[in-house]
């Protein structure tokens, strides 16, 4: 019936259920969506292609690109909770302004012309606090991001903390490698194949992990009890060198342990991407995940994680 804070009556059903809007519906997202019971899901893609395959895992497709601001005028109050999952754009030094992502920018500005959602959860990367020296790393540790490919994720948590003093309820996850053996490219498989060498274990790194299905926890709960403004390190326990990782890995699959070389020998043989990851060395505490989103995680560790033993 009509009354006096809803002259028009009851909403209709649709629009009383909880709407999460998906920005970025990859593996991860696919993943969220598959947890969902009683929620209305929506998922933003510039491919008219995958609107049929959203559509038969019950995900309404909306389509638009973040690289196209006109195109994301629709979303605005379309999401009670947003889930933005899409990396920023790949840019070079000589582009202008490379260390800004327009993609964030452009998705705030489309939610502002309307109610804001809900909540919005981020997925940043852990690649913001830079090289540590192999030190563990708390969210209270300000960001020393030294790659393009960071410093635009670091624009990108700036750009959603300004949005929350406007009443956003952003929490922002800060996420290591991602692996699974049902994702694509999610295993250290092909790498060992290719014979791609590791740094002897003098000049090694720390590498984090989470694992796809965890991560997808992670981000449910982020969206549903994550606190506004906060920042989670989203990790599992392994916190392995990334020599006895790929040696792990290669045992695991019975294949040759890659070769270890010195830096100064990878300087010269490996590409400048792979070079940044053996660049960084950190070990992520993940206290407030676990207090904070309650998270227990089903592969607490990589081993576990790549074997298939979650916890039961």
Known sequence: MPSNQNPLGARPARFRRQRLLIIGCGDVGQRVAKAQRGVR??????????????RAQ????????????????RLAGLGTRVLHLAPPPAASEETPRWWLDPRTTALVQALRRRALPQALVYASTSGVYGDCGGAWVDESRPPAAHTGRAMRRVNAERTLRFAGRQGLRASILRIPGIYAP???????????????????????????????????????????RGSAQRVYNVADASAMHMG?????????????????????????????????????????????MARELRIALRYPTVAQGLQGQPVR
């Open 41 to 54: 899901l929506l998922a933003l893609t510039s491919s008219p292609e995958r609107c049929a395959e959203l």
């Open 58 to 73: 019950g995900i309404t497709p909306l389509l638009g690109n973040l690289d196209e601001p006109r195109s994301l005028r």
């Open 244 to 288: 006895d990782y790929f040696d792990f890995a290669a045992d695991l699959y019975g294949l040759p342990r890659p070769p270890r070389v010195s830096r100064s020998q990878a300087q010269g043989e490996l590409p400048l991407t792979l070079l940044s990851f053996m660049g960084e060395s950190r070990r992520l505490r993940t206290t407030r």
């Open 182 to 224: 049902d994702r694509v490219g999610g295993t250290p498989r092909a790498r060992l194949l290719r014979g791609t060498p590791v740094l002897r274990r003098e000049d090694d790194v720390y590498t984090n992990h989470i694992h796809a299905d965890d991560l997808a926890r992670a981000c449910q709960a982020a969206l549903w």
